[in-house]
């Protein structure tokens, strides 16, 4: 299945879909906590990035920080915003770590988004890179950063140019203290990492290196480098404009603001949707029109885990929220299993894909991945050799936590959930007993059995 | 004070001669790369550095403690998701 970008995919909390909010520019530029969309204010009105005007006509103009850059750094402390790339790491813990280093800092701008099964980074670079911008500038100035980057992956050239036209207009308007250097990488898996980013920035390839130093003690230019995800510089910009208070106003106690999701498979409007954090899995599924008859979700990503949907319905989707069931939002991917899909089998495609996207450096996660893959290949298919599963299960107490990054370690927390969920498919193709869907696939001549997108891998060597 | 082995995951291409000299502590994988024990006790330590020593690759390092990765006032927990950001 290709995963275009398709205009018809942007839902938004708040939309009932059939027509435009009454006032599209509130009066005090001040979008309501809980029923108006934030950062994707108005992304059903163009199809096309929101020019600068456009831009400040919906949140105001570029904040100036009468207090200084410390009055920033407590907003973001008290508004308790966490990064949106997947770690869901304290923001303010990071940005002060940065500013109390003595060389001045460098800002990074993750617009990778590696994750095959998310397309929130797109979509917002695509829809608001003036948020985005804003919040790049905004956290240099508070970090006291002479330097900013913004990584975004070769293989969305067209996302590169509407950036680059959006940084064009902040230079004519004169906004910025601060210029942003556009740069394109290679588009691994692994190449998203933040120590990837500072190697490559460095010079040196797109693959993850050994740390410490982590980048915030030495990064790019072997200065304190920042580096968040785009939308969580996104929600600084307007942390920045409206205050902490407002920002929580939105989510829970434990998870504050909104968040941008992604939700494909099962639903009838697959999409990026913007929620309240918190929300409950099953109310976000439901927002893309979750499908009758799907049973079971993978959560987070590739780097995720599956799960019965009966069993965490309820549960909100936030790291807090997750926890009790060993699972964790990620970058807010959910992918709905369709009913006539076999989840071992997508599983299986999962592991092959991230068994080939690792950098191909570190022993247990070169031939682990492979081996593990090919375990749940053999278990997919119904023609096991051997044993598959007890050797899975030896595998992934083997691998984990003994790659220089943790791609070794998401790779097997999948496989593992896959294995656990579809713990009664498992042992019935273990059997020489494959699912019926598998069957019904090959029937019907339709590619029943791969849902999710799974990207062509790249050319070997191809990491500068 | 505590010591522990620690392996550079990229550096090491499995020569396996550090499980060889400390078979104590170290155990081989299926694919020839070390599996290390949590802690070196004393009696241990010469033996080890003696492995460190070895190493074709220059991947095995005896240091005193693991390194505070982040402030130190954030949880392990804590510790452990900021590792993860994708």
Not at chain 1, 1 to 7: E, F, K, N, V, W
Not at chain 1, 377 to 386: I, N, S, V, Y
Not at chain 2, 47 to 63: D, I, K, N, T
Request: hydrophobic share 40%.
């Amino acid at each position: 299945m290709s995963h275009a970008y398709a205009d018809d995919g942007y839902g938004s909390h708040g939309y009932s879909g059939d027509g435009y909010p009454v006032d599209p520019h509130p009066r005090d530029k001040r979008p309501d906590a809980r029923t108006t969309p934030r950062l994707t204010l108005d992304w059903q009105r163009a199809d096309c990035a929101a020019t600068l005007r456009e831009h400040s006509a919906r949140f105001g103009p570029l904040p100036r920080h009468a207090g200084g850059r410390s009055d920033l750094l407590d907003q973001v402390e008290a508004s308790r915003l966490t990064g949106r790339g997947g770690a869901g790491f304290p923001t303010a813990t990071k940005m002060r770590a940065v500013a109390a280093r003595r060389r001045s800092a460098v800002v990074v701008a993750n617009g990778m988004e590696s994750e095959p099964a998310s397309e929130k980074d797109k979509a917002l670079l695509a829809r608001a890179p003036h948020l985005v911008l804003d919040g790049i500038s905004l956290a240099a100035e508070a970090v006291g950063a002479a330097e900013a980057h913004i990584c975004l992956p070769r293989t969305r050239g067209w996302l590169v140019d509407a950036v680059l036209a959006a940084i064009g207009e902040r230079q004519q308007a004169g906004i910025d203290q601060i210029s942003v250097a556009v740069h394109e990488l290679p588009h691994h898996y692994v190449s998203s990492e933040e120590t990837s980013l500072v190697h490559w920035l460095n010079g040196g390839e797109a693959k993850p290196t050994t740390t410490p130093p982590r980048p915030f003690e030495r990064g790019v230019g072997k200065r304190p480098t920042l580096i968040d995800n785009v939308e969580t510089l996104a929600h600084v910009a307007l942390i920045a404009r409206f205050g902490a208070d407002w920002f929580r106003e939105a989510g829970t106690r434990e998870a504050s603001g909104t968040m941008l999701t992604t939700v494909t498979g099962a639903v009838s409007r697959p999409g990026v949707y913007e929620v309240a954090a918190g929300t409950a899995v099953g109310d976000v599924l439901e927002l893309a029109g979750l499908q009758a008859g799907a049973e079971a979700v993978l959560i987070g990503g590739y780097f995720g885990t599956w799960h019965d949907i009966a069993a965490v319905d309820g549960r909100p989707f936030t790291a807090g929220g997750l926890r009790p069931v060993g699972a964790s939002p990620g970058a807010g991917v959910l992918f709905a299993l369709p009913a006539e899909a076999c989840g071992l089998a997508e599983a299986a495609r999962i592991a092959r894909y991230l068994a080939s996207q690792g950098a191909q450096q570190c022993g247990p996660c070169l031939f682990g991945l492979p081996a593990i893959a090919d375990d749940l290949g053999q278990l997919a298919a119904g023609r096991p050799e051997g044993d598959p599963l007890s050797r899975m299960q030896r595998r992934f107490g083997v691998i984990t936590g003994r790659g220089a990054c943790h791609h070794p370690d998401g790779a097997v927390r999948m496989a593992a959930s896959a294995v656990r969920t579809f713990q009664a498919d498992a042992h019935a193709h273990a059997q020489r007993r494959p699912c019926l869907s598998a069957y019904s696939g090959r029937q019907h001549g339709r590619q029943q059995t791969a849902m999710l997108p799974v990207p062509r891998p790249f050319a070997e060597g191809d990491w500068r | 004070m505590t010591m522990t082995l620690q392996v550079d995951p990229i550096a090491c291409t499995g020569h396996g001669l550090c499980a060889d000299l400390l078979p104590e502590l170290i155990e081989l994988d299926e694919w020839g790369y070390p599996i290390l024990a949590d802690s070196v006790p004393p009696d241990l330590v010469a033996h080890a550095r003696r492995a460190v020593s070895a190493c074709p690759a220059l991947a095995l390092r005896l240091v005193r403690r693991q390194h505070q990765l982040v402030p130190r006032h954030q949880s392990s927990a804590r510790r452990a998701r900021y590792e993860g950001d994708r």
